[in-house]
């Protein structure tokens, strides 16, 4: 059986993904740097827990320290938004925004490639916003869009272990939640904007998360699950 650590894997698409990997006979890890959240979830799904902090190298080396017996996949969906325009930045925010998404990532590489099979796969998180830049996006857009180049570096770097990633779109994934009403015309708007006619749905990150961990021929590329709307007109 294989054995895949979800990162960021107690909640949101992470634990989508947790599920969905046990579901399909994965042998599953959920890191989450709340370790009592991400026991809740493993003890529901018949998982085990263990505690990763992006933010933090220690639990990156401890974590891998404590699977060292070898790991065939890692997800890693980490974030730490930071929306605010270039006069707002606060340095802190900005320096954690770059540990979730870019940083991280590669530290985990750093403590989990003596772990990880040689047939074995790394899945990056990335988003569409870092091809549609904006006002207030500019953290957001640039860290997703560093992911691009994380993967595609990281596949070189560790090869034979693919290294890719997915840039969901507008994803009704329980984010938009809070917006209350206001959450039916976001969800309405991204739909016009995409060539499908539909915004996205969990199943359409995971779907393609998991053919990821299967696609053994695929290796430093990024994978765009958002409709087209990278080619639509703003």
């Not at 107690?10 to 634990?15: I, N, S």
């Not at 070898?70 to 900005?94: N, Q």
């Not at 994803?171 to 959450?183: E, Q, T």
């Amino acid at each position: 059986m294989e054995r895949i650590l979800v990162i960021g894997g107690a909640r949101a698409l992470g634990a989508a993904v947790a599920r969905r990997a046990v579901k399909d006979g994965y042998d599953v890890v959920v890191g989450a740097r709340d370790l009592a959240a991400a026991e809740v979830l493993a003890s529901e799904i018949g998982a085990t827990a263990v505690r990763v902090d992006l933010q933090d190298e220690s639990t990156l080396a401890a974590a891998a320290q404590l699977l060292k017996d070898g790991i065939d996949h890692i997800v890693t969906t980490g974030s730490a938004p930071h929306d605010v325009r270039a006069t707002e930045l606060d340095r802190d925010k900005l320096l954690a925004a770059f540990t979730a998404k870019v940083i991280g990532p590669m530290l985990v590489a750093k403590h989990f490639a003596p772990v990880l099979r040689p047939t074995g796969s790394m899945v990056l998180f990335s988003g569409v916003v870092g091809w549609r830049p904006g006002r207030g996006s500019l953290v957001k857009g640039v860290t997703n869009g560093a992911v691009e180049y994380a993967a595609r570096h990281l596949a070189a770097d560790l090869a034979p272990v693919r290294v890719n990633a997915v840039s969901p779109g507008v994803v009704d994934s329980g984010a938009w939640d809070r917006l209350g009403d206001k959450k039916t015309a976001l969800l309405s708007k991204s739909a016009e904007g995409t060539f499908v006619g539909r915004h996205g749905e969990v199943d359409d990150v995971v779907d393609t998360v998991m053919w990821l961990l299967r696609a053994g021929f695929v290796s430093g590329e990024t994978i765009h699950i958002e409709g087209g709307a990278r080619h639509r007109s703003a």
